[in-house]
Nanobody, 126 residues
Framework: QVQLVESGGGLVQPGGSLRLSCTAS????????MGWYRQAPGKERELVAA???????NYADAVKGRFTISRDNAKDTMYLQMNSLKPEDTAVYYC????????????????????WGQGTLVTASS
């Protein structure tokens, strides 16, 4: 019903910048919260930043002041502007969305569906 596609990852020098994009497509009523997660080799997947449909944001302490999350609801797209990248930012970054879809086989009108993108690799290395 919903697919998320990330783009914008790549190799940058420490101190450099990248902008990640995540675009949703498919059949859905709306998207509530969205977020960026990352997973480094040998580590657990962690929340980087999240944003509600209304635009309220939340950031992991490690990226505060350096990363900015935003979304364009008209384009069903979320962004992550990453500045002053550090080697420890190296990870696969995943887009996540809490989607509202029309329900079938239940008395409820809508259902919530968590969707993940395929991930995009960010490498900050000299």
């Amino acid at each position: 019903q919903v697919q998320l596609v990330e783009s914008g990852g790549g190799l940058v020098q420490p101190g450099g910048s990248l902008r990640l994009s995540c675009t949703a497509s498919g059949t859905f009523v709306s998207i509530n919260a969205m977020g960026w997660y990352r997973q480094a080799p040998g580590k657990e997947r962690e929340l980087v930043a999240a944003i509600t449909r209304a635009g309220s944001t939340n950031y992991a302490d490690a990226v505060k002041g350096r990363f900015t999350i935003s979304r364009d609801n008209a384009k069903d797209t979320m962004y992550l502007q990453m500045n002053s990248l550090k080697p420890e930012d190296t990870a696969v970054y995943y887009c996540n969305a809490d989607c509202v879809v029309q329900a079938v086989g239940t008395f409820r009108r809508y259902s919530n569906l968590e969707v993940w993108g395929q991930g995009t690799l960010v490498t900050a290395s000299s």
